[in-house]
């Protein structure tokens, strides 16, 4: 593996998973735009949309992501659609 390789699998295993299950594939992947948008915009270098007649729906998994505990990914997760996110102390 390589230097910068192991740098971003420390990264992400030093931080803390939150994840919503969604209906769909299609949803999930909408839904990532919302969650992106509201949780940090900056980092929708593509500039991606949103279904915005789906706004009280991914409200409402926006909240279940929001108070939903944290994870460890290492460990088997239902395998369904769905949105991960990933919290950690160092941007």
């Known amino acids: 593996m390589r ?38 915009p900056l980092t929708n270098r593509r500039r991606d949309g949103w279904n915005p007649s789906a706004l009280s729906r991914y409200e409402f998994l926006l909240a279940n992501l929001a108070t939903s505990p944290f994870v460890d990914l290492t460990h088997g997760l239902e395998s369904r659609p769905g949105v991960y996110v990933l919290y950690h102390d160092r941007p």
Do not use: M, P
């Not at 390789?5 to 839904?31: M, N, P, Q």
């Open 3 to 40: 230097a910068g390789e192991l740098r971003i699998t420390a990264y992400i295993k030093s931080g803390h998973w939150k994840y919503v299950l969604c209906a769909s594939y299609h949803e999930a992947a909408d839904f990532q735009w919302f969650a992106i948008e509201r949780l940090n």
